[in-house]
Each structure stands twice: as structure tokens, then as C-alpha cells.
């Protein structure tokens, strides 16, 4: 099973972008996929998720601007953008849910299969 997140980009803040996650070896319909992202000298912090059940969970610092939605037929999942801001900047990254457990779907140390990231840059 490998992740390959794509689509990041240098974009101006109130800018947006769509961030794709891409499996092969696997199927996410089954699956719990988060986004998180990593600023330089911070810690990896978790952004979005889709669960299993398809249900969303959000960040609070993106709720209401970023929407994580998949595409089953593609065996993707998106990160959809929106009024980005400077503090945005980081690399992003997918990764699957392996602890299957609701009260995890937050937690970075619940994921693995991590994907390379894909650096957005949102300038002011």
C-alpha cells in the first residue's frame, strides 16, 4: 500500500486549492484517511478526516474553510481549500487510520501508511 498526495502549490492568501491523496493496493472506501500537515519547526498536526462511516471531522483552525470528500471509483481523497491564509503553510500529508477507533481520529500516532507530503506555500 503506498499514499501519494498531489496539487500543493505556492498560492496567495484568500486563494484556493484541492490537494488529492491517491492509493494504490488499496481501496479507501473502507478506510479512515486523514490530512495533516507539518510548518517548519512545528509539530505534524492533524487537519481532516474522513471516516470509514463517511462522516468528516475537522480542525478547528480549517472548519468552515477546508473540505475532505473521496472518490471511490478513484481511489482518492481530496482536501478541498478554501480562503487560504498564510499560517496554512506547511506540508501536507495523507495517511490511513490503522487503530480503527473513533476517539483516534484525530490523533497523528493513530495513522500510518504515510504518503509523501505535497508543500503549499500561502503568501500574504
Known amino acids: 500500500v503506498q499514499l501519494q498526495a498531489f496539487g500543493g502549490g505556492l498560492v496567495q492568501a484568500g486563494d484556493s486549492l484541492t490537494l488529492s491523496c491517491v492509493a494504490s493496493?488499496?481501496?479507501?472506501?473502507?478506510?479512515?484517511v486523514g490530512w495533516f500537515r507539518q510548518a517548519p519547526g512545528k509539530e505534524r498536526e492533524f487537519v481532516a478526516a474522513r471516516w470509514r462511516s463517511g462522516n468528516t471531522y475537522y480542525a478547528d483552525s480549517v472548519k468552515g474553510r477546508f473540505t475532505i470528500s473521496g472518490d471511490n471509483a478513484k481511489n482518492t481523497v481530496y482536501l478541498q481549500m478554501n480562503s487560504l491564509k498564510p499560517e496554512d503553510t506547511a506540508v501536507y500529508y495523507c495517511a490511513v487510520n490503522v487503530r480503527g477507533i473513533l476517539s483516534t481520529v484525530r490523533s497523528v500516532s493513530a495513522y500510518g501508511t504515510w504518503g509523501q507530503g505535497t508543500q503549499l506555500t500561502v503568501s500574504s
Open positions: 493496493g488499496r481501496t479507501f472506501s473502507a478506510s479512515t
